[in-house]
């Protein structure tokens, strides 16, 4: 089991906002980074260090943080936004970086 | 312009050793604070990380993995190698390097993605 915690299926209609949650005792002391992977691809990088948004990522992305929950929110879902989301974040002993179990998206 | 990739073999056997090397370009493993990292995905699975190794050769691995993993670098030659002994059917996997950006970032990052190197052992 991952160190990071994340539920496996998220749903949202179309133009709606959506939150993906990563829960785990590190998040009390470390934040998250987010990744988008969509099948056949390299996952990207879309929320660094808690809310920092690469080049060419839409600001429709953000990311928030409190206690021992990381958070992804997408508003105004697309249809491209269909895609499976992981964090990534240090372990406690900040040596390590485990990766949660993903978020498969779907937008309906 | 950032790019990694991966090379290797696509097959291996059981209890074989796997060799693979990052190979990379648009920044350099002499500068600090950057690191290159590898991931793994098994089938339909989540991603995994395994190892990292930084400018000034410190190293980290997955505590699970550690005991089979090494990584090493070729600093002049932009490249970064792994190695994972006695390879099992379950470490069949699409295998990534990634350039961690910085050490001292408090999430651990990985900004540039290779497209993966998809093993299979068999």
């Known amino acids: 089991s991952s160190e990071l915690s994340q539920d496996p299926d998220v749903s949202v209609a179309l133009g709606q906002t959506v939150r993906i949650t990563c829960q785990g005792d590190s998040l009390r002391s470390y934040y998250a980074s987010w990744y988008q992977q969509k099948p056949g691809q390299a996952p990207v990088l879309v929320i660094s260090?808690?809310?920092n948004r690469p080049s060419g990522i839409s600001d429709r992305f953000s990311g928030s943080s409190s206690g021992n929950t990381a958070s992804l929110t997408i508003t105004g879902a697309q249809a491209d936004d269909e895609a499976d989301y992981y964090c990534i974040s240090r372990d406690s002993s900040g040596n390590n970086s485990p990766f949660g179990g993903g978020t498969k998206l779907t937008v309906l | 312009q950032i790019t990694l990739r991966e090379s290797g073999p696509t097959l291996v056997k059981p209890t074989q050793t796997l060799t693979l090397t990052c190979t990379f370009s648009?920044?350099?493993?002499?500068?600090?604070?950057?690191?290159v990292g590898w991931i793994r995905q098994p089938p339909g699975k989540a991603l995994e990380w395994l190892a990292v190794?930084?400018?000034?050769?410190?190293?980290r691995y997955s505590p699970s993995l550690r005991s089979r993993l090494t990584i090493t670098k070729d600093t002049s030659r932009n490249q970064v190698v792994l190695t994972v002994t006695n390879m099992d059917p379950v470490d069949t996997a699409t295998y990534y390097c990634?350039?961690?950006?910085?050490?001292?970032?408090?999430?651990?990052?990985?900004?540039?993605w290779g497209q993966g190197a998809r093993v299979t052992v068999s």
């Open positions: 990634a350039r961690r950006p910085n050490y001292y970032d408090t999430s651990g990052t990985f900004d540039y």
């Open positions: 260090d808690k809310n």
């Open positions: 190794i930084y400018w000034d050769d410190d190293k």
């Open positions: 648009g920044f350099s493993l002499y500068s600090s604070p950057v690191g």
